[in-house]
């Protein structure tokens, strides 16, 4: 009965792959959220994705791209990956204006 | 651009003592302030407060924001070591994207 969830938890990959971390939500929200947590701690908002409408957080490279299926799921697709990709990258989802619940984060390695 | 400053950034206190975390933000039409608790995984929720002078409690803990100096506090009281954490402050503005702006936290220790 998890509320959000991530997978994978851990990624390890080299320099230049694609890969992607997917997330789902079964509160019923209406809007989800990437976040990237460095290796200071620091958390920033990457992505939030509302009704089909996506806004992006004008920093993020164009690498990174936001899928979303329905409404239950936002999914992180990062291609090309670099040393600087290396972060934890947390899912979040709420309702509009109110409280944001949190993943259990990707820990994403890059070699 | 949007700024949520915390501090202390770290702080040690032994158990059975009071703390008090600061947050000071600027906003852009500020909607509300939140904090959370991060242990070695998710942030966890713990208050959201949009009014001044409300104060929020849970517990030991409770929390209180002025809106016109622009800044909330998070007290602890009877520390334990189980309150040893990052604490993470956060501000939405009151744009459609409901985007959270984090603060750098303040990590507690807590020591027996």
């Known amino acids: 009965d998890t509320a959000v969830s991530q997978t994978p938890k851990y990624l390890v990959t080299q320099m230049g792959n694609d890969k992607s971390i997917k997330c789902e939500q079964n509160?019923?929200?209406?809007?989800m959220y990437w976040y990237k947590q460095d290796s200071k701690k620091f958390l920033k908002i990457m992505f939030s994705y509302n009704n089909k409408e996506l806004i992006i957080n004008e920093t993020v490279p164009n690498r990174f791209s936001p899928k979303s299926p329905d409404k239950a799921h936002l999914n992180l697709h990062i291609n090309s990956l670099e040393l600087g990709d290396s972060a934890v990258y947390f899912c979040?989802?709420?309702?509009?204006?109110?409280?944001?619940?949190f993943g259990p984060g990707t820990r994403l390695t890059v070699l | 651009e949007d700024k949520v400053v915390q501090s202390p950034l770290s702080l040690v206190v032994h158990e059975g003592d009071t703390v008090t975390l600061n947050c000071s933000y600027e906003v852009t039409n500020f909607r509300s302030l939140l904090w959370y608790k991060q242990e070695k995984k998710a942030p966890t929720f713990l208050f959201m407060l949009t009014s001044s002078g409300i104060e929020k409690k849970s517990g030991r803990l409770s929390s209180i924001l002025d809106k016109k100096e622009l800044f909330s506090i998070l007290n602890i009281t009877a520390t334990q070591t189980g309150d040893s954490a990052v604490y993470l402050c956060?501000?939405?503005?009151?744009?459609?994207?409901?985007?959270?702006?984090f603060g750098t936290g303040t990590r507690l220790t807590v020591i027996p």
């Open positions: 956060a501000v939405s503005d009151q744009t459609g994207a409901n985007n959270l702006f």
């Open positions: 509160l019923g929200h209406d809007t």
């Open positions: 979040a989802s709420s309702q509009v204006g109110n409280t944001q619940y």
